[in-house]
């Protein structure tokens, strides 16, 4: 018990004197996941839509792929992407392995089932009249996305908090292919593993606590603009 | 009324199909502008078939929708600019009142203020300019169909699309947003097209009706006429003709069904050629006294049905069966129970004729 409770007051002492440390690895960890999940955001949204909009030959298998990427084990991501940016494997000319680019393609197969996963379900809740309705009103192909999108924003934002959770929350992925690099590729995740593996655990309380706190702070973010009334 | 000087829609050798099955064949249908057309027919006759595909929403297996005489699919998003579309369901979006009658204008790239204008002017004429801040969520359904409305009429479209707008919405609700309808599109006079399944009001807001049933045009007319005058015995049974008799002309305006001598004034066909003889049940007068005018013939009251502000009656008159419509307080002065006789009056003006091959 008196291990946890030193582990919290050196976390707070911590982050009251602002470790350079935990601030540095807090911003790589956001600029991170953040990129991920935006990525995640502009390729999910609209193939999300597509496949509930649009039937064609493979949408099936497609669906089931997405649906099986929602629950894919991040070590078998991280494998995949380690073995395709390895120096010897396909794309290892580029030299992206243990690179923050290399964590964000990882987080970004991901969170992008998710998306796709969480999009594709309430653009096909929406009432397929009210999208002919968008038609019969005059709007064009960009302009019905951008209807559907605001029509189906609670499902959305769920999509976005489903996407960034699984982006920021994943440790076996960005250790593989970002090595845990001090400086370079540590993020919040791969540090506590770090910390807790050198017995620091007021270190690695700290550092939960900052992924917690964070996590905690972007859905409440996100939650307020969820059940936010639209007025105007 | 339909000359082509004056044609505003065409359709011209229309085919759509589902699932390998024809749903909607029509070869040629020309919608008059400025006016109302309704399309009236049984349920699954191809109604909405052929309003979807005048949005352009459903793509023929053959033939031309044109727009002044343009082919509308040449451009979809041009063609669905010049025009709008109201359904039963008011489909209105997650927004208030006043950015849904915005919409279509701030779809077709119109300013701030001018959208806000236009919003303003059709909220005050369909009477509803105190929702314009509520949210479209929080309305009746016939408030909501309003706003559906004033959208439709916002972006001043040339041709108004109207698949049964009124049907989802309360009988005295419909009766006043119908009123306030018929004297907005006789001013602002856009090409209408509305689906409709409600006779009253085909009749009253219709210049022009087409009638489907099967996927194909059965008869073009005033509303009226089609009412009043079916083209043939489907027809005669969609619009609610319950006397369909088959019959034979026997002498100039004369005919006879079922042993009764009936006179008509309508256009006179061959000597001795079978016809159908139709008369609306509304139209036949039932009596106690005899009158020299008109048709008249004793029948026998068979079955008895009250239908709210009428009384339905089945009677036999020698080989002839007839319904008649009998407004409440007549029923009740006649005194009439079943197996009472009584005189059955039709005046010839009513008794419609269907010429038909032997």
Redesign the interface.
Same mark, same amino acid.
């Given at each position: 018990m008196e291990l946890i409770w030193d582990g919290i007051r050196e976390a707070a002492r911590l982050w009251w004197a602002g470790d350079a440390e935990i601030i540095e690895i807090t911003l790589r960890t956001l600029a991170i996941s953040s990129a991920a999940t935006a990525i995640a955001l502009l390729i999910g949204i609209p193939l999300g839509a597509v496949l509930a909009l649009r039937r064609f030959w493979g949408r099936g298998l497609i669906v089931a792929a997405v649906n099986t990427g929602m629950g894919m084990p991040p070590v078998v991501v991280g494998l995949i992407v380690a073995l395709i940016l390895w120096r010897t494997g396909p794309l290892g000319d580029l030299n992206l392995i243990y690179t923050p680019t290399a964590m964000v393609v990882a987080q970004l197969l991901l969170s992008l089932p998710l998306v796709v996963g969480f999009s594709l379900a309430s653009i096909q809740s929406v009432n397929p009249r009210l999208i002919g309705q968008m038609w019969a009103m005059g709007a064009n192909r960009l302009q019905v996305l951008w209807l559907l999108i605001r029509e189906t924003r609670l499902g959305l934002l769920a999509a976005v908090m489903a996407g960034f959770g699984a982006a920021i929350s994943e440790v076996g992925a960005s250790m593989q292919v970002g090595g845990n690099l001090a400086g370079e590729t540590r993020v919040l995740t791969t540090a506590t593993v770090l910390e807790t593996g050198r017995g620091n655990f007021e270190v690695a309380i700290a550092l939960s606590l900052v992924l917690v706190v964070l996590a905690f702070l972007v859905n409440l973010v996100l939650t307020g603009v969820q059940q936010r009334r639209f007025v105007s | 009324m339909n000359s082509p000087s004056d044609t505003h829609l065409q359709v011209r050798d229309l085919i759509i199909q589902r699932g390998g099955v024809n749903v909607l064949k029509i070869d040629a249908l020309d919608l008059p502008r400025g006016l109302v057309t309704v399309i009236i027919g049984p349920n699954g006759s191809g109604k909405s078939t052929l309003l +979807?595909a005048l949005?352009? @929403?459903l793509h023929p297996s053959r033939g031309t929708l044109t727009l002044d005489g343009q082919p509308m699919d040449a451009d979809p @998003?041009k063609t =669905?600019?010049r !025009? &709008?579309?109201a359904?039963q369901?008011p #489909?209105l979006? &997650? !927004? $208030?009142v006043q +950015?849904n009658v915005e #919409?279509?204008l701030r #779809? =077709?790239g119109v300013d701030r203020q001018a959208r806000r204008e236009s919003a303003e002017h059709w909220l005050e004429r369909f009477g509803i300019t105190e929702l314009a =801040?509520r949210?479209a969520r929080q309305l009746s359904g016939g408030e909501a169909q309003r706003v559906s409305l004033a =959208?439709a009429f916002a $972006?001043q479209p040339e041709v108004l #699309?109207l698949d049964e707008p009124f049907a989802g919405v309360d009988a005295p609700t419909r009766e006043g947003l119908i009123e306030d309808f018929a004297e907005i599109v006789s001013e602002a006079r856009p090409t209408t097209v509305l689906v409709t399944h409600d006779r009253d009001e085909a009749l009253r807001l219709g210049d022009y009706a087409v009638l489907l049933i099967g996927g194909r045009v059965r008869q073009t007319a005033a509303p009226a006429d089609i009412f009043e005058r079916p083209a043939d015995r489907a027809v005669a049974e969609f619009v609610g003709m319950e006397n369909v008799w088959e019959g034979r002309r026997s002498e100039s305006g004369v005919y006879r069904a079922g042993g009764v001598r009936l006179a008509s004034t309508a256009r006179s066909i061959a000597l001795g050629a079978p016809a159908l003889l139709c008369v609306r049940p509304e139209r036949i007068t039932l009596t106690h006294t005899t009158d020299s005018a008109g048709n008249e013939f004793r029948a026998v009251v068979r079955a008895i049905r009250p239908r709210g502000p009428v009384v339905r009656a089945e009677l036999t008159s020698s080989r002839l069966e007839l319904t008649a419509d009998v407004p409440v307080t007549v029923w009740h002065d006649l005194g009439l129970t079943i197996g009472d006789e009584a005189i059955a009056r039709i005046a010839p003006a009513d008794l419609h004729v269907i010429e038909v091959s032997d």
């Open positions: - | +979807a949005q352009l @929403v @998003v =669905r600019r !025009m &709008s579309a359904f369901e #489909l979006l &997650s !927004m $208030s +950015a #919409l279509p #779809l =077709r =801040r949210h =959208r $972006s #699309l």
